[in-house]
T-cell receptor, first 114, second 111 residues
Framework: DAGVIQSPRHEVTEMGQEVTLRCKPI?????LFWYRQTMMRGLELLIY????????DSGMPEDRFSAKMPNASFSTLKIQPSEPRDSAVYFC????????????FGDGTRLSIL | GQQLNQSPQSMFIQEGEDVSMNCTSS?????WLWYKQDPGEGPVLLIA?????ELTSNGRLTAQFGITRKDSFLNISASIPSDVGIYFC???????????FGTGTSLTVIP
């Protein structure tokens, strides 16, 4: 079975550029989560969706970050304009929405902003 | 957000030794998860716990849901080199479906 698929796996870009990260959740999962991982702060939840609807975006750092989920099989996380401090590994995870179902993670996008 | 304290932060052990790590929270959880993350990959679910006092095994791994519902433990028996990685706990309370993650335990196994 296909797991959570993220693209690209690596992204290197100059500050000020727009960055778009993509995620395909596991088929049938109706909750999707975006995380950021850094050495200093560990895993931080940025935003999560239930049935394509954003539920909690309190973890989104600032207005430069936005996330969408136009359908059940696709989500994007966009940073515009990007800054060096946005450099991190960004993970997408999905789960069934039913009680306490565990999240399954993709392999992440390693983002470097120069 | 919710704070999960995970300890130890890192461990260096000899191959064959047993490993114990734990996670504590400031509030009650009704689900505990344990993940392992290898370099360059996403966390992979090892064990899920849903009931206070529950003890669940997955091969050489055993995890327990603490009676107080504020802690959980992970044990690895007879460690091998492929156990190397970072182990994360995650917990969830009664509301929403957001899990809170610990800061991770980095495990190094010396052959």
């Amino acid at each position: 079975d296909a797991g959570v698929i993220q693209s690209p796996r690596h992204e290197v870009t100059e500050m000020g550029q727009e960055v778009t990260l993509r995620c395909k959740p596991i088929s049938g999962h109706n909750s999707l989560f975006w995380y950021r991982q850094t050495m200093m702060r560990g895993l931080e939840l940025l935003i999560y969706f239930n049935n394509n609807v954003p539920i909690d975006d309190s973890g989104m750092p600032e207005d430069r970050f936005s996330a969408k989920m136009p359908n059940a099989s696709f989500s994007t996380l966009k940073i515009q304009p990007s800054e060096p401090r946005d450099s991190a590994v960004y993970f997408c995870a999905s789960s069934l929405r039913q009680n306490n179902q565990p999240q399954h993670f993709g392999d992440g996008t390693r983002l470097s902003i120069l | 957000g919710q704070q999960l304290n995970q300890s130890p932060q890192s461990m260096f052990i000899q191959e064959g030794e047993d490993v114990s790590m734990n996670c504590t929270s400031s509030s009650i959880f009704n689900t505990w998860l344990w993940y392992k993350q290898d370099p360059g990959e996403g966390p992979v679910l090892l064990i899920a716990l849903y009931k206070a006092g529950e003890l669940t095994s997955n091969g050489r791994l055993t995890a327990q849901f603490g009676i107080t519902r504020k802690d959980s433990f992970l044990n690895i028996s007879a460690s091998i080199p492929s156990d190397v990685g970072i182990y994360f706990c995650a917990g969830r309370g009664n509301t929403g479906n957001q899990f809170y993650f610990g800061t991770g335990t980095s495990l190094t196994v010396i052959p």
